[in-house]
């Protein structure tokens, strides 16, 4: 009987070790935006797949694409009331949600010079008290900032668009973002809010002359069938970035953290090679059916000088933020 109790004792001690060094038998649910087969949905994927192999079964992810759980501010409510662990989307999204203000600069037109240079920037010293602030305030967990995303670019119908000066006039569908707003209205444009379903037919009538989104969109949606030209002005860009539930996040060992870090380094690396082929073979397509164009955009960077400071510095991101941002890509 005694060696019995024994028996049990150590038994019992091991189920607690071994629970304390890793969480069994968890179930997380992942939110993606994008359908299955686009290049975020599928570094999801990989995630799950690193993740479980890493602990054994320990951690099972489920992975709902397409927006099956919503869209990003569905989302971070649903991460925030402890509804949903994991979130994989832009980075841009985190500036939609109280506390997360700050990274409205991530959304600055023809602010980021590329992916790598963006990526640089939001993992550097100067940023991590802007990641610890919106983290602290928002209680979502910035996992990881990795995977590039298409970037926006530019098309017209009659005319091309080469530097700053030919926008002056440009009837032009954008996101009703106050940053791109801005941009267009001191360049000369003339922004309008169309409705994404509608775009093509607007396209088409001639009710607006310009639209800004990314190559593969305009390949996907056939807007080159009504457009002639693509500007490859890349002038918003955004990166994918895994976000954890508060309260998941500080019930994780160290060694699952890790896990967690290691696996979304993997997937991003993945989707960012998905994503910068797509993005070619889009640019590629798009050559044969419209006139491709590398503008000048330090013409537009120029023009857009101290444009957005007034309007947002001490508002949206801390006051000298901006500045840093520019001076760290020079």
């Excluded at 980075?91 to 939609?96: D, G, L, M, V, Y």
């Excluded at 310009?210 to 030209?229: F, P, R």
């Amino acid at each position: 009987m005694e060696r019995k109790l024994i028996l049990i004792a150590c038994l019992i001690g091991l189920v607690f070790l071994f629970t304390n060094t890793m969480v069994f038998g968890k179930t997380f649910k992942l939110g993606t935006v994008f359908p299955e087969d686009q290049p975020d949905s599928k570094g999801a994927v990989l995630f799950k797949k690193l993740v479980e192999e890493a602990t054994g079964g320990g951690i099972e992810i489920k992975v709902f694409p397409n927006s099956q759980l919503g869209g990003p501010k569905e989302m971070f409510s649903q991460m925030q009331l402890g509804a949903l662990e994991m979130g994989y989307y832009g980075i841009n999204t985190f500036a939609w949600i109280k506390g997360g203000e700050a990274f409205e600069i991530t959304a600055i037109p023809f602010l980021y010079k590329s992916y790598d240079s963006m990526r640089y920037v939001l993992t550097s010293e100067r940023f991590k008290p802007i990641v610890a602030k919106a983290e602290k305030d928002t209680g979502i967990k910035i996992l990881n900032l990795h995977g590039d995303t298409p970037p926006r670019g530019l098309t017209t119908r009659d005319r091309p668009v080469w530097s700053a000066v030919d926008f002056k006039g440009l009837k032009i569908r954008t996101a009703a973002s106050p940053t791109v707003l801005a941009a267009m209205k001191k360049l000369g444009a003339l922004p309008q809010q169309i409705a994404f379903s509608e775009l093509y037919m607007a396209l088409k009538t001639k009710v607006v002359d310009a639209q800004e989104n990314g190559s593969i969109t305009v390949k996907t949606k056939s807007l080159y069938e009504v457009q002639d030209y693509y500007m490859k002005t890349d002038y918003i860009r955004d990166i994918a970035t895994f976000y954890v539930a508060p309260k998941i996040w500080n019930e994780l060992s160290d060694k699952e953290k890790k896990i967690l870090f290691d696996a979304s380094e993997k997937a991003g690396d993945y989707v960012t090679e998905l994503a910068q082929r797509e993005i070619n073979n889009s640019i590629e397509f798009l050559s044969t059916k419209m006139r491709v164009i590398i503008p000048n955009n330090q013409s537009i960077r120029d023009a857009l000088e101290g444009v957005f400071e007034p309007l947002f510095e001490g508002k949206k991101w801390p006051v000298g933020l901006l500045k840093d941002v520019r001076e760290m890509q020079k």
